[in-house]
């Protein structure tokens, strides 16, 4: 998939890459928050930490913000398990993802008023083309 980076995600993007050595395949910035989500290309995910965490903690320093990292594959499967760890199971169907989890992790998935739905939702459409899914 095609992603679209406005000049805010370039520049965060550009800083990352330049302290930490690693490669972003995807940048989302939470408006309503005080946090970015990056998607780190395969295999590169301990680089992007750095030892002790050093290179993120760096960075958060940098832009006064928090960055989420997930590591991309793929894989649907491997890489949801990733980004939603209490999945139990997968299910992909065409262009709809469903994700089974337990119900005691279930709020924590969607999120108050379904802002990490909303999240998931936007991370896997843009890189995988997904246009529904579903956390039952």
Not at 38 to 64: F, S
């Amino acid at each position: 998939m095609d992603v679209k980076f406005d000049e805010e995600a370039i520049k965060l993007i550009t800083l990352f890459e330049s302290f930490t050595g690693s490669l972003i395949k995807d940048c989302i910035i939470d408006e309503g928050g005080n946090t970015i989500y990056m998607i780190v290309e395969e295999g590169k995910l301990g680089i992007a930490i750095g030892k002790n965490g050093k290179n993120i903690k760096t960075v958060e320093k940098i832009v006064k913000k928090n960055i989420k990292l997930f590591e991309f594959s793929p894989d649907i499967t491997v890489f949801t398990r990733g980004v939603i760890p209490q999945a139990n199971r997968i299910d992909l169907m065409g262009d709809k993802l469903e994700v089974w989890v337990d119900k005691k992790h279930r709020g924590i998935v969607i999120g108050r008023e379904r802002k990490n739905l909303n999240l998931l939702k936007k991370i896997f459409k843009r890189n995988f083309g997904i246009k529904d899914l579903v956390i039952r």
